[in-house]
Structure formats: C-alpha cells, structure tokens
C-alpha cells in the first residue's frame, strides 16, 4: 500500500477550522484529559543564547487515542522576525501521524490552528467558570489570541458589551476594526488597563508580556478572569485572593504562563490550584458553584488540544480534497 504524506498551508489549514466544531473538540479533549485517557509529556524547551533575546524552540508531543490523535507541534519564537525577515515572532508546525503505525499523515502550518485552539480552550474554561449570563468582555492584548477568544466566547455568552486594552494603539485600532465587523458589537478602546477590567464579566489577557495588567482590586465579585499569556500578566495577590484558580495542565502551569513566576519565588504551592480544567469538564470537581464567586483559569495551551484539532483538520481537508501529498518515505 502506497503511503504519502498531507501538505496542508496555512489557508488550507484555516478552510478546516470552524470555531463551533473546535470548541466542541476542546471540551471532549478536555473530558478525556480528565478521565486520564489522553497522554500529554511536558514540553521540550530550548532556549537560544545570545544578546538576551530569549528566543526559543519548543516541541510538545501528545495523543488522545479516543479521536485516533497523535503528533507533535513544533513552536519557535524570534523575537527579531518582524524587523529583520517580515516574519511572525511566533512560528509553528504540526506534524500528526497515524495512530496505528506512526506514518506522518500530514504536515502542515500550525499558528491558525493554535489561535483557533486557544480561543476554543479559553471559551470551554468560561462555560463552566463564568457566569452564564456574562454580557460584558474585557479583553487585555489585542493580537491574533484575543481576537480568537472573543470570536469563541460570543458563541457561547450573550456577549453586549467589549472593551480592549493594548499598549500598542495599531493594535487597538485593527483589533477594534476587525472585530466590531465580525461579532457585530461596538468595541471600546480603553487607555488603561483599570478601565478595561473594572465592571467586566469576563476578563482575558493575551499578551506577549510580563507585567501587572490587572490588580485585585479591580475583579468584582462574580468575574472570570482567563489568563491565556505566555508570562505572568497579573497582581500576584489575585491568585491568592480568587476563589478558585484552575489549570489546564498542573505540571505545565509549573514553568510557564500565569503561575510560574510566583511557583518559582515560592509565593504560590501547590495547594493554589483547585483542579484541572479537564477534572471539572468530567464532573471530577464542581465548576462556578456561586454567582459571587472570582474565578480564574490559568491556561499554558497542551498538546493534546493541538493534536485533537490537528486529527480533526486532517479530516475535514481529505474531505475537501484540500493540500498537496507527497511521498515522504519509501
């Protein structure tokens, strides 16, 4: 039997990613990943040497055998793409393989399927975080992550008010343009962080950086607050004060995103963590259990969410007759 391999580009790639379909994959991911039926290894971090950029290589198998997934994304981050080459700072591929006998059944651009992803995992942690009747969203970092998030929590909330906080006020201005025609609400851009986050329902940073954009402050009672960035992005206090912190990966959430930092000072133990988003998502652990409750989910993105997403990509595009094969081994 010939064998060949999926070439699948970044718009062939996007043709495959209805966000209604990928929210649905996210949660059952999620299902599973707490019933321990998924297998997630930690990530394989490098970091690059030289003049302090901290630039990075990254590749994080995973497989979840209920959907015949399995692969690895590969992830690299350059800080000088954008300046010096006209590239993304962010870069990935997906190679998924077949279940059976460990073939490459595709490979193919994985920076659209991992803003679908993340704007899928963040609207699964609001369905059983937030309140159901969340009307208004304030988004911190304007770039590809935040507007995947609002495209997915309008999907699943009565979404009326949106408010942006970006320091950069290009970003702002395309975020604003973009997404008012997509979602068909008016977007606010706000000048601090403080205006964005106060009053709001549902509270998401998105960021690329490290810094306090929220403080505690300013959660009202009763708000969800995801942090979805790379790099702690709020007061330490916050996690320390909200009434349930949740994870998507307890090892993950270790060294890297939200949480780190303070696990690496010791501010936070263990202990800090409720549960798992995916314990919750199998009825492990309760979810919002109170209307006045601050929750918080801290979410670093896994593996087994790419490769899910990835199998069902692969699918869809066979379906179509989308991207080119080749004969990558004899």
């Known amino acids: 039997m010939e ?16 966000m209604d379909e990928v929210i649905q994959v996210v949660e059952e991911t999620f299902r599973e990943s707490g019933l321990g039926r998924t297998i997630l290894p930690p990530k394989l971090f490098m970091y690059l040497s030289g003049d302090g950029r901290q630039d990075f ?7 979840v055998p209920s959907m015949k997934a399995i692969g690895v994304k590969i992830v690299t981050g350059y800080k000088d793409n954008p300046a010096r080459f006209g590239l993304p700072h962010i870069l990935g591929t997906m ?9 490459p059944l595709a490979i193919f651009d994985g920076v659209e399927l991992t803003n679908a992803r993340t704007g899928a995992m963040t609207a699964v942690a609001a369905k059983y975080l937030a309140r159901r009747e ?40 395309r975020f604003e343009e973009e997404m008012s025609a997509l979602v068909n609400l008016p977007v ?8 964005v986050v106060e009053g709001a329902d ?3 940073t998105a960021t690329t950086a490290e810094g306090e954009f929220i403080r505690n402050e300013w959660v009202n009672p009763g708000s969800f607050i995801a942090s979805i960035g790379s790099y702690p992005e709020l007061d330490s206090a916050l ?20 949480l780190w930092r303070g696990f690496e000072r010791g501010i936070f133990t263990d202990e800090l963590v409720y549960a798992e988003l995916g314990e919750i998502v199998c009825g492990k652990q309760r979810g919002r259990e109170t209307p006045e409750e601050r929750t918080l989910a801290c979410m670093t993105g896994v593996g087994t969410l790419d490769v899910a997403v990835a199998r069902r990509v692969y699918e869809i595009a066979r379906e179509r007759n989308l991207g080119t094969f080749f004969r990558l081994h004899s």
């Open 239 to 258: 996690p320390l004060k909200v009434d349930k912190v949740v994870v998507d990966d307890r090892a993950q959430a270790r060294y890297r995103g939200e």
């Open 134 to 173: 969340s009307s208004s969203l304030a988004i911190i970092g304007g770039g590809t992550q935040g507007r995947s998030t609002v495209r997915a929590l309008c999907r699943l909330f009565p979404v009326q008010d949106i408010r942006l906080f970006d320091v950069d006020p290009r970003a702002g201005k």
């Open 57 to 63: 290589i990254f590749a994080g198998p995973a497989s």
């Open 188 to 195: 606010c851009i706000c000048l601090t962080s403080q205006e």
């Open 202 to 204: 549902i509270i998401v």
């Open 95 to 103: 190679i998924l393989t077949d279940f059976e006998n460990g073939y």
């Open 3 to 18: 064998r060949k391999t999926l070439i699948l580009s970044a718009p062939e790639v996007l043709q495959c990613l209805d």
